[in-house]
């Protein structure tokens, strides 16, 4: 029976019990599918969040025959705790009559409660710091786990912090799973300490976010999802948000965004759905070797073990699951015997050292310098066989070749130049990579929707914050040459190469799904299209042998600058292509520009200027919207075909001009002999 339902749990609203009530019994259907079988530990306020609240674990003697429970054995295993199982809208409703505001359940579901179905992240801001500062340490943890090609979730807290959730749903246990989420905060306070601390000490804490890795653990317990908080004087709720989201609150700095009161989460639930539903069914591994911390005790006894590259192919696989080891420590030396070390310290923690999960002395030395780009080929349609091919997203930015000799890195375009003082950031951040080592990537700007911006890139007055060096494949790893290696191969040490680098450095992620809804998604977020690799495929330098291969969603191409009509300072770049070595005429560009890149474009066609037309195919006798006749080329001012542009059209018209042609940017990347044209 219902009671007291005018009383008032939250003086500020006056949000009363009967409120508390109503928002569960409608939540039910979304918030039941996480509780369910899960054993909860109770936080109740029996006179409001101003009053003397009490956790409560076991279930009470009046707890109704009909609640489901199960007994948890105490440490020790000489009794147990009988927690409740929240599984139905009664016992929901029943909790919330007794004042129970807050739900914490476990990571693990009855009976299997030594086996997490989740690794949990909580970010806790200590004094001086606040939500904006757990946000940007969010950020930070799904960096490193989107490189471990693990998928995150994550929740507002209704409180200060952040969860982040990675589901696993697969044969694990807590020392593995509380390992791994130790190994991460670890990393990630040692590459960022002014922002986050992985200890408990609260006189660490001042001004940073602590990395709560703790809570993985057996008998500790998590604020459920779509959970009411009992921690201010108004209702908020633990609400599941979408990444775009918290980045865009950080970018606007907007704390109010980043908390929903009950009714703003109904409405939102209603209309958008449970975009937290992945938790519950989504099946992932963690990387090697935090499977085989729990499932061997000797291990844990020895000082130290030494697993050797053949032991561990023996249980793993490589060609068929790219599983990299786990970032965190400092990197070991080489050596294909030794693929990671357990090492036991003296406060009995295990740390793990990847070094490779390639046979080095096998390979060839790598001849060290630059190595020309393999390209792709265009293609009109994608394969449709995602057991060979992988699929990433076309990146719109600088193609870049990283190297790392013995004492620095230098970011190569595509035409050899080099671009470290260009993009500063980018080189600091690879510095870490050891010697003799060279990575195939792409130089990128987003904007504000985390999209890929060519012409953000251009401007000289972008954030570095905004550049980032996305890494697709790796030619040379510590003096060894890996490009007659399969790609997926060279992905996998990839992943491990890459995985302790600050945040500036990203993985290019790929994607199994058929191509078809990859391409609706890309055309969807407006971006420029799809590249597809062959798993096998080696790395070609220089060539476009059709193992890469490329679709294009936006059309957006490079053209050769060969003139420009007259005007202040001219009114319409006159672009084509080459073909066969001759310069082909495709259009007049007039749109796309602002008054400071008409400038800074014309500042580089006046040394060019020559008396000669470059174009072959000028000039053209039938008048069309997009044609050169004789008279109109009275009009040109030629230039030497050097500067490449990039140019977004709508399509090719039979005669080959451009339809709706605009500027996007030079691209000083490219040489202008290899601006082809493909049919």
């Not at 919207?625 to 009009?635: D, F, G």
């Amino acid at each position: 029976m219902l009671s007291n339902l005018d009383k008032v749990m939250y003086p500020a609203t006056g949000f009363t019990k009967g409120q508390v009530i109503e928002y569960y019994r409608r939540v039910a259907p979304y918030i039941l599918p996480h509780l369910r079988d899960r054993p909860v530990t109770l936080k109740r306020f029996p006179d409001g969040v101003g009053g003397e609240h009490f956790y409560e674990k076991n279930a009470p003697a009046s707890t109704p025959e009909w609640v489901a429970t199960f007994p948890v054995p105490k440490p020790g295993g000489k009794s147990a705790t009988r927690y409740i199982l929240i599984n139905d809208l009664p016992t929901l409703v029943w909790l919330a009559n007794m004042a129970n505001l807050e739900l914490h359940p476990f990571l693990s579901r009855a009976p299997r409660i030594d086996v997490p179905t989740m690794v949990v992240f909580d970010l806790d801001p200590g004094e001086g710091a606040d939500i904006l500062r757990a946000c940007e340490a969010a950020l930070l943890v799904k960096g490193v786990l989107d490189r471990l090609r693990l998928r995150s979730l994550v929740k507002v807290s209704g409180s200060k912090g952040i969860h982040l959730h990675v589901p696993l749903n697969c044969a694990i246990n807590y020392r593995a799973t509380r390992a791994f989420a130790e190994s991460i905060a670890r990393l990630l306070e040692q590459a960022r300490p002014d922002l986050i601390v992985s200890s408990m000490a609260k006189a660490k804490r001042t001004g940073k976010v602590l990395i709560d890795w703790s809570q993985n653990s057996e008998h500790k317990s998590t604020v459920a999802v779509y959970s009411l908080r009992a921690v201010r004087e108004q209702p908020f709720v633990a609400m599941a948000v979408r990444w775009s989201e918290l980045k865009a609150a950080l970018e606007k700095e907007d704390r109010d965004a980043l908390f929903f009161t009950p009714e703003a989460v109904l409405e939102r639930l209603e209309r958008q759905g449970d975009f937290f539903a992945a938790a519950l069914k989504l099946k992932q591994s963690l990387p090697a070797p935090f499977p085989e911390l729990g499932a061997s005790a000797r291990r844990r006894e020895n000082p130290g073990t030494v697993v050797s590259l053949e032991e561990y192919r023996r249980k793993r696989d490589f060609s068929k699951t790219p599983e990299p080891p786990p970032a965190g420590t400092p990197a070991a030396g080489s050596g294909e015997q030794r693929l990671f070390v357990i090492q036991k310290h003296a406060a009995r923690r295990l740390h793990y050292d990847p070094v490779t999960v390639i046979d080095l002395e096998s390979l060839p030395d790598a001849p060290g310098g630059f190595i020309e780009p393999m390209l792709a080929a265009p293609v009109a349609e994608l394969p449709d066989d995602p057991s060979e091919w992988l699929y990433e997203v076309k990146l719109d930015g600088y193609r870049c070749l990283a190297v790392k000799d013995e004492k620095e890195v230098r970011l190569f375009s595509r035409n050899r130049s080099v671009l470290n003082s260009r993009f500063p950031r980018i080189a600091r951040a690879l510095q870490a990579l050891p010697p003799g080592t060279a990575i195939d990537g792409e130089i990128v700007a987003l904007d504000h929707q985390g999209r890929p911006s060519f012409s953000l890139l251009q401007r000289s007055d972008t954030p570095e914050d905004r550049i980032y060096f996305y890494a697709f494949d790796l030619l040379a790893y510590r003096g060894k040459s890996l490009i007659r290696m399969p790609l997926e191969d060279r992905r996998k040490q990839l992943a491990v190469t890459i995985a302790r680098l600050p945040a500036a450095i990203r993985a290019s992620e790929d994607f199994t799904e058929p191509p078809d809804r990859i391409v609706a998604a890309a055309r969807e977020l407006g971006l420029e299209g799809i590249i597809a690799k062959r798993r096998r495929s080696r790395y070609e330098p220089g060539k476009r042998t059709g193992e890469w291969l490329k679709y294009k969603i936006n059309r957006s191409e490079e053209f050769v600058v060969g003139g420009y009509t007259r005007g202040r300072p001219f009114d319409a770049l006159i672009v084509g292509q080459f073909d066969q070595g001759k310069l082909l005429f495709a259009a007049k560009v007039r749109n796309g520009f602002v008054s400071r890149t008409r400038m800074e474009v014309a500042g580089k066609l006046r040394g060019l200027i020559t008396e000669r037309c470059p174009f072959a195919n000028l000039p053209e006798k039938r008048r069309t919207p997009w044609a050169l006749t004789e008279s109109e080329m009275k009009k040109c001012v030629w230039v030497e075909p050097r500067l490449v542009a990039q140019i977004e059209f709508t399509e090719w018209t039979p005669d080959r001009h451009l339809r709706q042609a605009k500027f996007v940017g030079l691209r000083d990347d490219k040489d202008a002999r290899d601006v082809t044209r493909h049919d």
